[in-house]
């Protein structure tokens, strides 16, 4: 079975300033996958950032990077330069196995303070 | 955008009625997902496809059901809604988005209320 993890049910962060939104997993598989996701009030789930699980370079989207630790099976979510925009709850993610299904952390819900 | 539809966007309905949510794509994909996103526990997978009658549960799957007669459509059943289910549900299909790995993308939800 697979386990996602994020301690955080709110954080808040300054306009222009720079917020770590944490996650862990847990999974038996070797080849998986990692996502971030935000949900914004309109509802629609919107992909931020993906990690490949192989991949030792932590992957980076604009404002957006990520610190993945594999041996401690962590996988954070770096936001510099915060924006109103970015206020939305966020999930993290996690795909293993086959048939491509995503366990889903219990969200992080982020407010952004002008 | 993925082209992916659900219907309807909003419902309510009493305790043992049953209901039917419809999930359409119209990219031909062969993955396709329902989930529920409740406060407190993010979304849960209740069951998904992998290809025309070819369907799984996931985590949740008690009180639904799912069929899948053609590759666009994908619908999920309440046999008889309870107040349990009252829940956001999502729709999500899954498509190769790079060299070597599946993207999920969703559905815009179905709010369901049951009273």
């Known amino acids: 079975a697979q386990t996602v993890t994020q301690s955080q049910p709110e954080m808040s962060v300054q306009e222009a300033e720079t917020v770590t939104l944490s996650c862990t997993y847990d999974t038996s598989e070797s080849d998986y996958y990692l996502f971030w996701y935000k949900q914004p009030p309109s509802r629609q789930m919107i992909l931020v950032i993906r990690?490949?699980?192989?991949?030792?370079q932590n992957a980076t989207e604009n404002r957006f990077s990520v610190n993945f630790q594999k041996a401690a099976k962590s996988f954070s979510l770096k936001i510099s330069d915060s924006q109103l925009g970015d206020a939305a709850m966020y999930f993290c993610a996690l795909s293993g196995g086959s048939n491509y299904k995503l366990t889903f952390g219990k969200g992080t819900l982020l407010t952004v303070n002008p | 955008d993925a082209g992916i539809t659900q219907s309807p966007r909003h419902k309510v309905t009493e305790t043992g009625t049953p209901v039917t949510l419809r999930c359409h794509q119209t990219e031909n994909h062969r993955y396709m997902y329902w989930y529920r996103q409740d406060p407190g526990h993010g979304l849960r997978l209740i069951h998904y496809s992998y290809g025309v009658k070819d369907t799984d549960k996931g985590e949740v799957s008690d009180g639904y059901s799912v069929s899948r007669s053609k590759t666009e459509d994908f619908l999920l059943t309440l046999e008889s809604a309870t107040s349990s289910q009252t829940s956001v549900y999502f729709c999500a299909i899954s498509r190769l988005a790079g060299d070597s790995y599946n993207e999920q993308f969703f559905g815009p939800g179905t709010r369901l209320t049951v009273l």
């Open positions: 990690q490949e699980a192989y991949k030792q």
